[in-house]
């Protein structure tokens, strides 16, 4: 008699998935000067290409939108947004699950001009902070000019916050993406958790 | 602390770069030509002034790019920033 196996779910966990409920408590903590959620599992590919060459363009008409060549700059398409990581390096952020499609569709547009796709959604987790004191809460770790007037919507940068190797993007409404390494993601969420304390009690 | 200038991320804070060494050291036209002395001279040999010095840096924690500086040794202000294959400029 062959033996009754169970198969089981696939059972897949975001890096803060534990964080969760704590984070989620900071809004409430600092009467919502500072909102922190996670944003699991967003399909993020690493795009490396020549500039100059006809790659870029197809991957612009792929996209829908020109990769971005000036430093600093996150390019947005839709629901695709396109930041800049380096001067031949680009990290194409998708919906969840969107991963196979769009490296599949990139890749087929791109042809032969030595670009490189890579999935690398597993790599960086995403973590949305938002509220009006946002901005101040990462100056805590961060060495960058946080200003509006210097890093506005559509600003990235990759710097450190918190000695966290991270990726910034400035998104509308004065929310920020944070991306930072699944390895490094708990650090940084008990980190932030952390400096959000300043902006709880009476003065805040 | 530092703030370098990386030719494309603009100003960052120093610990966001990693040292090279100096720069503009070029590996030998014939290695298997070197003798011993030669070879550890090209290898372990760097200058060491005081005052301007031509160094080798890289922007690790963002774009991961390497580039060239020229720092004063003594007072830590840089002189130059310049993309690694262009020949050194010429300070007054």
Known sequence: ?204 | MMLISCPWCGPREEAEFHYGGQAHVSYPEDPSALSDEEWARFLFYRDNPKGPFAERWNHSASCRRWFNVIRDTVTYEILAVYPVGTPKPVIA
């Open chain 1, 1 to 204: 008699m062959a033996e009754q196996t169970t198969v089981r779910p696939t059972v897949r966990r975001s890096p803060l998935a534990l964080a969760a409920d704590r984070l989620a408590d900071v809004a409430a903590a600092t009467g919502g000067a500072v909102s922190i959620a996670e944003v699991p599992f967003l399909a993020q590919l690493n795009l490396r290409l020549d500039p100059k060459g006809p790659a870029a363009d197809a991957a612009g008409k792929e996209l829908g939108v020109a990769l971005p060549t000036a430093a600093g700059v996150a390019a947005r398409a839709g629901e695709l947004t396109i930041a800049w990581l380096g001067p031949d390096e680009w990290l194409v952020i998708g919906p969840a699950g969107g991963e196979g499609d769009l490296e599949a569709r990139l890749r087929s547009a791109l042809g032969t001009g030595h670009p490189a796709v890579v999935d690398v959604s597993a790599q960086r987790t995403v973590l949305e902070l938002s509220g009006p004191r946002v901005r101040d809460l990462l100056a805590f770790g961060c060495a960058l000019d946080l200003h509006p007037r210097s890093f506005s919507e559509g600003a990235c940068a990759q710097t450190r916050l918190a000695q966290a190797q991270v990726v910034l993007i400035a998104r509308e409404s004065g929310a920020f993406w944070v991306l930072v390494r699944s390895s490094f993601a708990s650090y940084l969420a008990d980190w932030l958790i952390d400096a959000s304390v300043e902006f709880t009690g009476p003065q805040a």
